[in-house]
């Protein structure tokens, strides 16, 4: 099985991929600094199983693991991340993803997800189990989320995410890769839904819906 792990840390790169190549079920190894990259070498070398991270710039990673679906069918993807907010997990659902598995709980972990989803199997870490009910492979939230974020479009909610972070609105339409004028119209409509005018009061609402973390 080829596995590809994508995450914009060197340092994390280089400590995992030498661990989950030894797995008995992997036989090559690749690695991508961001999911742009991801996809040039899938185009070139599809890989079986794909490593997400989620936090990277560029690309939005959920987007990436559409096309790569695309790109090669029957690759499986399994975001590693540092974080278990429902936001992400409900976006890595959406995606189709075959497992969600966050960072700190470790190596073996990450080796028992990599057994699992290669047999054809479904997994997610503990923490995300607590919140999810799995049926025939079929993935849902157990709770819903807040109707207002639910009213937001998946691109309302990236920029909303960027925007709470910090980003300005130029710099949130360039990382979307959509121009200022429809970044602009999306903010907008954001935050007519939400009934926010205010960007502190936007950043706020973010970070309680776990769209950002708290600095």
Do not use: W
């Amino acid at each position: 099985m080829r596995l590809l792990l994508v995450d914009d840390h060197r340092l994390f790169r280089e400590s995992v991929l030498p661990q989950v190549a030894q797995h008995p079920k992997v036989t090559a190894v690749d690695e991508a600094e961001n999911a742009e990259s991801a996809l040039a070498k899938a185009r070139e070398y599809p890989p079986d199983l794909v490593l997400m991270d989620i936090d990277m710039p560029g690309l939005n990673p959920f987007d990436a693991t559409r096309s790569l679906h695309e790109i090669a069918p029957g690759c499986k993807v399994v975001f590693l991340t540092g974080h278990d907010y429902d936001s992400h997990v409900e976006q890595a659902i959406a995606a189709n993803a075959a497992g969600y598995v966050v960072k700190h709980d470790g190596l073996q972990v990450l080796m028992d997800a990599i057994s699992r989803v290669s047999d054809g199997g479904l997994f997610f870490s503990d923490a995300i189990l607590e919140r999810i009910v799995v049926d025939k492979n079929q993935v849902r939230l157990t709770r819903p989320r807040s109707d207002a974020v639910a009213a937001l479009s998946r691109r309302e909610r990236e920029l909303l995410a960027l925007l709470g972070k910090g980003a300005t609105l130029k710099e949130a339409a360039a990382q979307m890769q959509v121009s200022y004028k429809t970044a602009d119209n999306q903010k907008t409509s954001l935050m007519r839904k939400l009934g926010i005018h205010d960007r502190v009061e936007l950043a706020r609402f973010a970070i309680r819906e776990g769209l950002v973390s708290p600095t």
